[in-house]
């Protein structure tokens, strides 16, 4: 079976709980890059019929999570460190100009309750980069990033960001488990940024976003050539600064 463990799931919005459980097996790991299986496996695995299973497959596929192999069922898609290169390229220049020309209208219209919520998002996801702590890190910097740029009112920003992150997540997630200890690796400036924006700075925004996607970037390439080292027989230890 392609998710071992996985417990039956409710028969309500099945669709949607079947493609977040298995976007969830996929940025964990535990469905890795290249794994097949079929839309029968899957039906049988959550004790489920057919038709929600292949609708969530489909959409998971427009999130560039899947490939659809004909005659073959699905294929969790292999993303390549150009991939990588490109997708960071593309969320730096698309985030910094969000709040480049909307931090003013966002701080307008950020209501008490909002302002809160992605104050507890940024305490919990520094917190978890702090700790070295990946499977609690991704959801809360899932999280945080979804709201926070949530506030400037733009569900197509939003949702095209949102894919983005997903996507980074789940190529460097095989990287970064192969860190014996990511202490003092991973970015922390979840609440300096939300700092930033609540007070209207679009600058020290930017600067600071800016210096997470580098912080990133340079992290998974430097793991990257980690691998590309070790399979040659010579890889430098994979926590060395």
């Not at 800016?210 to 912080?215: D, K, L, Q, R």
Request: glycine share 8%.
């Amino acid at each position: 079976m392609p998710v071992p463990g996985a417990s039956p799931v409710k028969r309500n919005t099945l669709r949607q709980q079947i493609a977040d459980a298995l976007c969830d097996e996929v940025l964990a790991g535990r469905l890795p890059a290249g794994r097949q299986f079929t839309v029968k496996e899957i039906a049988q695995q959550y004790g489920v019929s057919a038709t929600p299973v292949r609708e969530a497959l489909l959409d998971l596929c427009s999130q560039g999570l899947l490939d659809v192999e004909e005659h073959r069922g699905f294929r969790v898609h292999e993303f390549t460190i150009e991939d990588f290169r490109h997708m960071v390229d593309a969320r730096t220049m698309v985030v910094e100009g969000v709040f480049r020309h909307y931090v003013e209208q966002t701080l307008k219209a950020m209501t008490p309750q909002a302002l809160a919520s992605v104050r507890r998002r940024a305490e919990e996801a520094e917190r978890a980069a702090r700790s070295g702590d990946l499977d609690i890190l991704i959801g809360y910097d899932l999280r945080f990033w979804r709201e926070i740029c949530g506030l400037v009112g733009n569900p197509y920003v939003l949702d095209f960001l949102q894919r983005l992150r997903v996507q980074t997540w789940v190529f460097t997630v095989p990287y970064l488990r192969r860190v014996p200890d990511l202490r003092g690796q991973l970015w922390t400036g979840h609440c300096e940024l939300t700092a930033a924006v609540t007070r209207g700075d679009p600058h020290d925004s930017e600067r600071l976003i800016g210096a997470y996607n580098t912080h990133f970037r340079a992290l998974i390439e430097r793991l990257v050539a980690g691998e590309e080292m070790r399979a040659r027989g010579r890889a430098p230890e994979v926590n060395s600064p």
